[in-house]
T-cell receptor, first 115, second 114 residues
């Protein structure tokens, strides 16, 4: 079974600074997708960024980018120019082609942004 | 589009009671899932469905039943509520055919079992 590990339960960053959230996963499959979701205090889950495993190029979405290391099974999220609105819980998620109906989530990292 | 809707938003049950959490989506998504989120933890998959009439178990299926008679609806039934089922429950849906399709989540149901 696939597992997703987020080793940082909590992180903090100063406004306008950069922070990196870590995620590692374990799988024997070669075709899969990885996602980062944001959950603010409202509890609504919001997609931040996605990465296809067969793509070498790291995904970017405005201030959000990933460092995808397939051999190391690592998928970290970098938030640049952090804003107060970035404060939330962030979840890493895995989805495989062989069982696309299900996703596996990590336990999350709570990000605090200090003004 | 309303997206994914869940009812109720809050519920308090006594141990042993049964109830159904409702989930509906109006995006014609093939995939639907139920997750539970315990305090300070991630989402754990309870049951999922890849289409009407097809359901499968996730990581933590015990004590829960599902059915999928239509594409739109995916109710979750608690058979005999236990305090260990106190949690926030999320329903999610996504399109089939492309793994890059994100999951769309409902607003969640906060369930307390006393």
């Amino acid at each position: 079974a696939q597992t997703v590990t987020q080793s940082q339960p909590e992180m903090s960053v100063q406004e306008a600074e950069t922070v990196t959230l870590s995620c590692t996963y374990d799988t024997s499959e070669s075709d899969y997708y990885l996602f980062w979701y944001k959950q603010p205090p409202s509890r609504q889950m919001i997609l931040v960024i996605r990465q296809e495993a067969y793509k070498q190029q790291n995904a970017t979405e405005n201030r959000f980018s990933v460092n995808f290391q397939k051999a190391a099974k690592s998928f970290s999220l970098k938030i640049s120019d952090s804003q107060l609105g970035d404060a939330a819980m962030y979840f890493c998620a895995y989805r495989s082609r062989t069982n696309a109906g299900k996703s596996t989530f990590g336990d999350g990292t709570t990000l605090t942004v200090k003004p | 589009n309303a997206g994914v809707t869940q009812t109720p938003k809050f519920q308090v049950l006594k141990t042993g009671q049964s109830m159904t959490l409702q989930c509906a989506q109006d995006m014609n998504h093939e995939y639907m899932s139920w997750y539970r989120q315990d305090p300070g933890m991630g989402l754990r998959l309870i049951h999922y469905s890849v289409g009407a009439g097809i359901t499968d178990q996730g990581e933590v299926p015990n004590g829960y039943n599902v059915s999928r008679s239509t594409t739109e609806d995916f109710p979750l039934r608690l058979l005999s509520a236990a305090p260990s089922q106190t949690s926030v429950y999320f329903c999610a849906s996504s399109r089939a055919g492309d793994l890059t399709y994100e999951q769309y989540f409902g607003p969640g149901t906060r369930l307390t079992v006393t």
